[in-house]
């Protein structure tokens, strides 16, 4: 195909939207995302989120678009109470073309919600639940600044069974600091014993500039060595299939059906629009990045000005090697036609004897119509990754 029949929306899926709530009780050692504690978050934000939402709903993009996800992620978005972030969610339903079966998701820290506020968000039209865990060890969860306990942990997965919710996911972390293999077995046997439909499970990564950061570095605490976090690995992903999870994402599980919908169109470089503080969008190849103070970002919605930092229009190329670089994430890989029909280009055409070399040591594979990470090349995906920046 030709680059000259190529537009910034060819070959383009239906989008997202997210919403950024950028507030916790508590800063995790170990976060890196923009996210601020508090006791109490702040009422206006939530209205300076609906005022944008309405101003963008209106635009031309927006209006000749059906969104088929809403993500509410932070931080911590249950930290308000259940009926302002259910009124949040039906003013955005109410604005935006969603799609009859939308995936509407809602993050929650386990001591942040109830099944009366579970219930509210049921009621609003929330039909996928994530809960951030990430141990059920209350020795590691203290250890990285968690603020909630493992009876909690279970007690909100109670709470989210008893209020309707039946797609349920997890987020845990290995490679914590004092973590072992019996550790992490323990708690993915805890995990799996309430059945939740999908299960993230991330590898630990030290952010520059986050305490954990200093901790390493002054030898406060001590990291699981590679061999260490090989093990879990691999013990992660025996024990996930036999019980019936299926990996379709470097650090995603799932059974059959239940894979994050948002989150694949990110992966396969789809449209998304954000809002609020710090969110991202990406409109057909126009990024958009918000200021990332709450109140700069609520002053300026007030005020009817731009929440915008920065702004840049993507090159085919580059939304090319986003594509094949995010799609590689994914165990299927990433689709050559779908290459083809978006950009024109194949990637042995583009990358040329880079996509020669990572053939030849296995760490790419060709089957049927996809490009993908070959197996021994999970485990160290990101320095492959990084070859075809």
């Known amino acids: 195909m030709s680059t000259a029949a190529i537009t910034p929306e060819s070959g383009e899926g239906p989008p997202g939207l997210y919403v950024h709530i950028p507030f916790c009780r508590s800063k995790c050692g170990y976060c890196a995302f923009t996210s601020y504690p508090c006791v109490a978050p702040p009422v206006d934000y939530l209205a300076a989120v609906s005022q944008e939402a309405a101003r963008m709903a209106s635009s031309g993009w927006a209006q000749s678009r059906q969104f088929v996800t809403l993500f509410i992620g932070g931080g911590t978005p249950t930290i308000y109470d259940g009926e302002q972030l259910a009124g949040l969610i039906r003013d955005l339903s109410a604005r935006f073309a969603m799609a009859p079966d939308a995936e509407i998701t809602v993050e929650a820290n386990p001591n942040t919600v109830t099944h009366e506020k579970l219930a509210q968000l049921k009621a609003a039209g929330v039909n996928r639940l994530s809960l951030g865990v990430q141990s059920f060890s209350d020795r590691l969860l203290t250890a990285i600044g968690r603020s909630h306990t493992r009876a909690e942990a279970i007690g909100a997965i109670h709470a989210a069974r008893v209020a309707g919710f039946d797609n349920l996911n997890l987020d845990l972390i290995y490679g914590l600091p004092g973590q072992t293999l019996a550790d992490l077995r323990e708690s993915l046997e805890i995990a799996l014993k309430y059945t939740p439909e999908h299960l993230a499970l991330y590898e630990l990564m030290v952010e520059p500039g986050t305490p954990m950061a200093c901790w390493v570095e002054e030898g406060k605490v001590a990291l699981p060595d590679d061999d260490a976090m090989a093990e879990m690995e691999a013990m992660a992903q025996e024990l996930l299939a036999s019980a019936g999870y299926q990996r379709y994402e470097i650090a995603n599980y799932a059974r059959p059906g239940y894979e994050c919908r948002h989150n694949l169109n990110y992966w396969r470089n789809g449209s998304y629009l954000g809002l609020g503080a710090a969110a991202v969008s ?42 094949v670089i995010m799609g590689l994430r ?12 978006r950009f024109g280009l194949t990637p042995q055409g583009y990358y040329g004897k880079t996509i020669e070399r990572l053939v030849e040591r296995g760490l790419l594979v060709f089957g049927g119509d996809f490009m993908r990470l070959g197996d021994q090349a999970l485990p160290v995906a990101n320095q492959v990754l990084a070859e075809l920046v």
Not at 304 to 310: Q, T
């Open 282 to 323: 990406c409109l057909s190849g126009l990024r958009l990045k918000h200021v990332a103070a709450p109140a700069q970002y609520a002053a300026l919605i007030e005020k009817g000005e731009s929440p915008y930092v920065e702004a840049e229009a993507l090159s085919l190329q580059a939304r090319f090697r986003e594509t």
């Open 330 to 341: 994914l165990l299927e890989g990433v689709s050559l036609p779908q290459l083809a029909d």
